[in-house]
C-alpha cells in the first residue's frame, strides 16, 4: 500500500493543498481528520478521477507517537468508517513526524 503512494501522479505530490482547491469530498474527509488529528500534515486527493470512489490520504500527526503503522491506519480508518463504506479504495500514508 505504501509504495503505490509514491506512484501517484505528479499534481499529488506537489499540489498545494488549501480547502478552497479541494472538492467537496476532500474537504469533507481534510476536515474530519483535521478535527480528530489535528495533523502537522494533511493531504487529501480523490484519486478516482473525481467521482470520489478513491481517495489517497497522506498524513502525520503526533496522536500517532508511539504507535504502529497498523495502529495508525486503524485510528484513521475508525475516524472515516462511514466514508469509506462508499469507496473503492483508500490509499493511506501515516506517520508520526
Do not use: W
Not at 499529488?12 to 478552497?20: K, L
Not at 495533523?39 to 504502529?68: Q, W
Amino acid at each position: 500500500m505504501f509504495r503505490s503512494i509514491a506512484r501517484l501522479s505528479t499534481p499529488f505530490r506537489n499540489r498545494m493543498y488549501s480547502t478552497e482547491s479541494m472538492s467537496q469530498g476532500e474537504q469533507h474527509i481534510y476536515s474530519k481528520l483535521t478535527e480528530a488529528l489535528s495533523p502537522t500534515r494533511l493531504r487529501v486527493v480523490d484519486v478516482s478521477g473525481g467521482c470520489g470512489s478513491m481517495y489517497a490520504i497522506d498524513i502525520a500527526s503526533k496522536a500517532f507517537e508511539g504507535t504502529s503503522i497498523v495502529k495508525q491506519h486503524r485510528m484513521v480508518n475508525q475516524i472515516l468508517k462511514d466514508e469509506i463504506k462508499e469507496m473503492h479504495g483508500l490509499q493511506l500514508k501515516t506517520s508520526a513526524k
